[in-house]
């Protein structure tokens, strides 16, 4: 065995054998696995090994479709063929018309990605798949690429490709313990000795946490049971003349793909179970857990329904194993929070579908240090400071009682809520409002008219539109409040705290005492990789001449990381984290400066304390600090409070708006204002994937500014011109937003996607923000959108159509 290599994967199902195979094609060959058991002697040997096309986002989409397409690569190897049956196709059913918009949506968020699905009606459905009953269905999504593989073959074939490569195999050799050495290279220790490494991948299915406990990490993963049974053969099979399609069923939460001359059906129960809570015997390998089908019989009903035929005939076999969840369903796939050279592939639970997609994204991401896709969907770090086995199981629990369902825009799932909250989550829930949730943090999404008001779910605009939009016309007009929970604060200390910031910002970094900035953080290969706003205070009774460096919520994590990592040796730079200490009551509207003054001493006029000031200051009798900022696009405060005060300050506050009738307003009507008003959303518009001047940021990078992160790379990318270029569109069409990811056409053809879009309340027109390609991306041309299969005709509108000079901000 080598004692010594780049990088152990520990585990060897397909999340290893992936990236141990991803890892030698990216050009690293001196990477090795280590496996306790056989290869495959966790969940992968018995799984149902369905291999699907079909993503919620275009990073899901696009990481599946590399796992088909190498997947046939494979397949067609003579030297190491692998058992796949491709292109049997199959069908997502629908039986409302909002599931049937939803895969409308995601079919032109796919073509943007190059993949065709097709939304049906129920007749055609049954033509494709004749063993289906048509009653209580409306239609369904096809996807042609639909298929299953064999897991064990297709783990030997990746882990021969990567030994054939360079890179080694060690089955039975089971990891017992990790150390991190002074320099952050690690040593893998295991029953047959030691290998020291630069890089540890967990990869280790539902023993991830054994694995994570040895480097102190409690990884966000439950695992639950499943089941699935394989019948007998069934004569109208033979008789169709061609294989089944997969089936996926929303209604009642079962699947089912042709085995052999039958059919494999599984199952998502409401009575689900969670499974390896309190350990897991090592004995447990190759194993599966009892079968116990009486739990199943609710879908199973359904499924009879839907095919009849399973009715008259015999189950051969029940298979029960453990699958893994994380609190939103997606895997975490990428750098370990708070942790040096380590990287995880886990959660899995379409593993066999996926995993070739992750193991590529993740050998990208420790080879290149960056994916060709973002990754924030898969990211482990998208979760901070909330995140535990107990709240994941109850995610777990919801998400496999919905399987198939998918979320809808503006839809938040109640189990494991509240998570984070202030001290004003109660006061807010009594002042009527709906919640959102963000990186774990209750957020007002607006405040209801009544308390029995549920709009339906729907990718439509819906029931809350006009209580939206009375909320923006107050704080257009006049003044309004909100909480802005969960920000993410990070306080930078040390003399070298600018020369720090310089070099991670590609522009310049607000200096002086008592200003705000805003600037952008670009990675190694010159993209975006973090917004974040810069406020200098100076030294006084409450600390040291510090930074704030704020950022999006669900960014803590992220940023502390890549902060962290950019630190050098002997720099006088600190950082602590005062997220969880600190809550914004943001004050926006034309009358602000009045209800601040009213209650807050000192002179808050636009010359002492112009737009982009901060100041620390008493709110009544409780210390605050207030930014002169807006995302509102309105003259507007962001009074950031202690925690301990915030009840104290939100009451001043609420008192000294009385004079003014000052109205709460939530997330959505933030959201609608910033879309006026050309401000982006981090991991929606400010993605990896494009650089600033792409972004429309030019106005933030200051290239001759000295050295920066990503600098030379951006030169680079700014040489070879724009692939792409962010434009703001405004869409004929008053029903429906756009979302994110719909496709934005010129003659048939895919010319861009959309990152984000709301309706501007203030103008009355329907926005959207798009990548589209540069040579349509000026004023006045008109492209079209595909919303739910309609061609909707857009025209590219200038950036900020609100207050295009930011009189009001300023005033
Ligand atoms: C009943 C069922 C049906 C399914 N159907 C489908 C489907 O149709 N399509 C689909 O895409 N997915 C399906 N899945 C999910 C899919 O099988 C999993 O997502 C996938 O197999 C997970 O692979 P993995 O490599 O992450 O984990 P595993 O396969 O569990 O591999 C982890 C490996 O790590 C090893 N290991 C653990 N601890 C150590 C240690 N200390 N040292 C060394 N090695 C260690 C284990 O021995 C194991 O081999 C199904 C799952 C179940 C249970």
């Known amino acids: 065995m080598k004692t010594r290599t780049k990088v152990v994967v520990i ?8 990236t141990l195979y991803h890892l030698t094609q990216e050009g690293w060959s001196d990477v090795v696995l280590v496996e306790r058991d056989e290869l495959t002697s966790g969940t992968t040997w018995h799984s149902a090994a369905q291999v699907t096309n079909f993503g919620m986002t275009q990073t899901m989409v696009g990481l599946k479709s590399h796992s088909i397409a190498l997947y046939k690569k494979l397949r067609d190897d003579p030297e190491y063929p692998v058992g796949y049956h491709h292109g049997d196709g199959g069908i997502r059913l629908a039986n409302t018309p909002a ?17 065709e699905y097709e939304v049906i009606d129920a007749e055609e459905c049954a033509r494709r798949h004749p063993l289906i009953s048509t009653d209580n269905l409306l239609g369904g999504l096809w996807d042609g690429e639909d298929g299953d593989i064999d897991p064990a073959q297709l783990c030997q074939a990746l882990a021969y490709h990567a030994r054939k ?27 047959h000795g030691d290998i020291d490494c630069d890089i540890v991948v967990n990869a280790c299915g539902y023993r991830v946490n054994e694995v994570g406990a040895m480097m102190g990490v409690h990884h966000p993963v439950a695992s639950m049971e499943h089941q699935y049974f394989i019948t007998e053969d069934i004569p109208a099979i033979a008789e169709a003349g061609h294989r089944m399609p997969l089936l996926r069923c929303p209604i009642s939460d079962y699947y089912s793909r042709q085995e052999k001359g039958g059919l494999l059906v599984g199952f998502y129960e409401q009575d689900c179970k969670t499974w390896g809570m309190d350990g897991i015997s090592p004995e447990f390998s190759n194993d599966l857990c009892p079968d116990d089908m009486d739990r199943v019989m609710d879908v199973l009903e359904g499924a009879f329904e839907r095919m009849p035929v399973l009715m008259d005939t015999g189950i051969k076999r029940v298979v029960n194993g453990p699958i893994t969840y994380t609190i939103d369903g997606a895997p975490l796939v990428g750098p370990i929070p708070n942790k ?12 066999l579908g996926e995993g070739g997609g992750h193991g590529w994204l993740l050998a990208q991401q420790i080879v290149h240090g960056e994916a060709c896709y973002d ?25 496999y009682q919905n399987e198939f369902r998918f979320h809808f825009p503006h839809e938040h799932r109640p189990a494991g809520r509240p998570a984070k909250t202030t001290p004003l989550t109660p006061i807010m829930a009594a002042e009527g409002a709906e919640f959102t949730v963000v990186n774990g943090w209750e957020r007002v999404d607006y405040i209801k008219p009544a308390p029995d008001f549920h709009p339906n779910l ?36 040390g003399a070298d705290r600018h020369a720090f910031l310089d070099r991670m910002f590609c522009g310049t970094v607000a200096k002086r005492d008592g200003r705000v900035g805003l600037g952008y953080l670009l990675n190694h290969q010159g993209c975006v990789k973090a917004e974040a706003t810069i406020a200098n205070l100076p030294a006084s009774d409450r600390g040291p001449a510090r930074l704030w460096y ?45 209800v601040l003054a009213s209650c807050a001493r000192g002179d808050w006029s636009a010359t002492a304390f112009p737009w982009l000031s901060v100041r620390e200051c008493f709110i009544g009798f409780a210390p605050a600090t207030v930014m002169g900022v807006s995302f509102s696009g309105e003259l507007a405060y962001e009074v950031h409070v202690p925690n301990a005060s915030l009840y104290a300050v939100y009451l001043t506050l609420r008192q000294a708006g009385e004079a003014y009738d000052m109205k709460l307003f939530g997330a959505r009507a933030v959201d609608t204002m910033r879309m006026e008003k050309g401000f982006l959303h981090w991991k929606a518009d400010l993605i990896t994937e494009f650089d600033p001047f792409e972004t429309g940021l030019s106005r933030f990078v200051k290239i001759d500014k000295g050295d920066f992160n990503g600098k030379d790379a951006l030169i680079r990318r700014q040489a070879e011109g724009a692939t792409k270029q962010l434009v703001t569109l405004k869409i004929n069409a008053t029903h429906a937003p756009a979302h994110g990811g719909a496709s934005v056409m010129q003659d048939g053809n895919v010319v861009g996607t959309v990152t984000s879009a709301d309706w501007g309340h203030r103008l009355g027109i329907n926005l959207a923000y798009a990548f589209i390609d540069p040579m349509l991306a000026t004023v ?28 009001r901000m300023r005033s």
């Open 11 to 18: 585990g060897g199902g397909i999340a290893g054998c992936s």
């Open 99 to 115: 599931q049937m918009q939803g895969y409308r949506h995601f079919a032109s968020m796919a073509r943007g990605m190059g993949v």
């Open 165 to 191: 490569a360079g890179a080694q195999v060690y089955r039975n050799t089971p990891v017992t313990a990790l150390t991190q050495h002074k320099d952050d290279t690690w040593t893998v220790h295991t029953l």
């Open 340 to 351: 040096r050279n380590a990287f995880c592939i886990i959660g899995l639970r379409a593993g």
């Open 375 to 399: 990754t924030w969907v898969i990211d482990p770090r998208r979760f901070a400071g909330h995140t535990n086995v107990e709240l994941t199981a109850l995610k777990a629990i919801e998400d």
């Open 458 to 493: 729907s990718f439509d605009f819906d029931e809350a539109f006009d209580v939206i939009g009375a909320e923006v016309r107050n704080v257009a007009e006049n003044v309004g409040l909100a909480e802005v929970n969960g920000f993410n604060r990070i306080e930078i200390t």
């Open 550 to 594: 704020g950022s999006a919520a669900a960014s803590e994590s992220h940023d502390m990381d890549w902060l962290k990592a950019h630190q050098r040796d002997g720099e006088d730079v600190a950082l602590r984290s005062l997220t969880n200490d600190y809550t914004i009551l943001v004050l926006a509207g034309p009358n602000a400066r009045a």
């Open 780 to 807: 006045g041309t008109f492209v079209e959108l595909d919303m739910y299969g309609d061609l909707i005709a857009a025209e590219v509108i200038a950036p900020s159509p609100y207050d295009p000079t930011f009189a």
